[in-house]
């Protein structure tokens, strides 16, 4: 049984760039939600994506969004890039309606 | 009110003495409180939760300590080894999981 899994593991991008990034739930979990963890931070919620669409929102700018497919995989796309995007970005599988999440790797973003 | 407050930053121990970590929050909505350990290069994985009606809860070497008039939990590691060593996270769960808050973490090192 597969756990969380996300793309790709490491990213470098430009400020202003554009960046998507990809993560599969764990299998029985229809419930995604991502966080962005500064180095030597707690993880910062963004949003959670249930049924297609977004259902809770973390103080994040608009530049900040999000899709959820029917199979339940997840993108985190933020536009414009800014220096202090840089961190860690985790994406987190649950079940609809339990607070037991699951979180993956992590994918790494350096914006220089 | 969305705050969780964690302490201590970093946590010395000797091999088998016990560490203590300690967490306070300030929204009472929040009613499902977990913990998570995370390694290096790695996302946190889920150590123990707890929710609001028990005051105690324990699993192997981890015990959560609940006190919910103080809004306050705190996570104690028993016999402590060197493989302990991690950051270590408490959160707050709203209801259903919609939206998770973690503390800044705390650093653990577990001294042979």
């Known amino acids: 049984d597969a756990g969380v899994t996300q793309s790709p593991t490491h990213l470098i991008k430009t400020r202003g760039q554009q960046v998507t990034l990809r993560c599969s739930p764990k299998?029985?979990?229809?419930?995604v939600s991502w966080y962005q963890q500064a180095l030597g931070q707690g993880p910062q919620f963004i949003f959670q994506y249930y049924e297609e669409e977004e259902r809770q929102r973390g103080n994040f700018p608009d530049r900040f969004s999000g899709h959820q497919y029917p199979n339940y995989s997840s993108e985190l796309n933020v536009n414009a890039l800014l220096l202090g995007d840089s961190a860690l970005y985790l994406c987190?599988?649950?079940?609809?309606?339990?607070?037991?999440?699951?979180f993956g790797p992590g994918t790494r973003l350096l914006v220089l | 009110q969305q705050q969780v407050k964690q302490s201590p930053q970093s946590l010395i121990v000797q091999k088998g003495g016990i560490s203590i970590i300690n967490c306070a929050y300030e929204n009472t909505a929040f009613d499902y409180f977990p913990w998570y350990q995370q390694f290096p290069g790695k996302g946190p994985a889920l150590l123990i939760a707890?929710?609001?009606?028990?005051s105690e809860k324990k699993e192997g070497r981890f015990t959560i300590s609940f006190n919910k008039s103080a809004k306050q939990f705190s996570l104690h590691i028993m016999d402590s080894q060197p493989g302990d060593s991690a950051t270590y996270f408490c959160?707050?769960?709203?209801?259903?999981?919609?939206?998770?808050?973690f503390g800044a973490g705390t650093r653990l090192f577990v001294k042979a």
């Open positions: 299998s029985g979990h229809d419930t």
């Open positions: 707890i929710r609001p009606d028990v």
């Open positions: 987190a599988s649950s079940v609809d309606n339990q607070e037991t999440q699951y």
């Open positions: 959160a707050a769960s709203t209801p259903g999981g919609f939206k998770t808050i």
